[in-house]
């Protein structure tokens, strides 16, 4: 098991966007890939993380709501297609590419998706609340599809120059602590 770097918005927005491939077999090469994500995941104290955010464009994507103190309710999805939706609800949401971003997001308020697990077998997951949400941003990360395209065009616009700000900050404390490791 191994954590991976974890792709950033804008720089890595080209593999970010990109369309992912189905997974053909579940074999050894995809199981480490689902371990590297789940422990990439925790280590980086999310709750779902997708394939193309580690560099990979496969349809594949991991949920943990329990989080990495608890890590006991892991969801494996590979090749996950949503069979059916109902309601609607709006709620904040996060993103591990956007770090320090959070903006409100309208979803199907209950997902019927059905996928393929770690031991290459087809199941169904029926979700409300949380997992629903956390369902839809996931799948829509294997269409190259980023929660600030999901917002309303006001929203996105306030998501855009907030997150210019955190990036700016970002930045400039990258370079304040290499001045400081060099004298
Ligand atoms: C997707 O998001 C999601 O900005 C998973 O500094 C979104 O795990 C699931 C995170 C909404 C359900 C609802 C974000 C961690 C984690 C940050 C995440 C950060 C540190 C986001
Ligand atoms: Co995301």
Redesign the pocket.
């Known amino acids: 098991m191994a954590v991976r770097d974890i792709l950033l918005f804008p720089e890595d927005s080209d593999t970010l966007t990109t369309e992912c491939e189905p997974v053909e077999e579940v074999n050894d090469e995809i199981r480490q890939l689902v371990d590297d994500l789940a422990e990439t ?1 925790y280590d ?6 997708a394939a193309p955010q580690v560099g990979v464009n496969k349809r594949i994507t991991v ?1 943990d709501l329990s989080g990495p103190d608890h890590q006991d309710a892991l969801h494996v999805l590979i090749n996950p297609e949503i069979l059916e939706v109902e309601g609607s609800v709006v ?1 904040e ?4 590419s ?5 903006g409100e997001v309208e979803r199907a308020e209950r997902v019927r998706v059905e996928a393929t697990n770690r031991e290459g077998e087809r199941y169904e997951i029926e979700s409300e609340g ?1 997992l629903a ?2 369902l839809q ?2 799948i829509d990360h294997l269409d190259g599809v980023l ?1 600030l395209e999901q917002m309303t065009p006001t929203k996105r616009r306030m998501a855009r120059r907030e997150y210019r700000k955190i990036r700016s900050k970002m930045t400039r404390q990258k370079k304040r602590k290499k001045r400081e490791s060099s004298t």
Do not use: D
């Open positions: 995941m980086a104290e999310g709750i779902g993380l949920i709620r949401e996060g993103c591990l956007f770090p320090g971003l959070y949380l949400v956390a941003h996931e929660f």
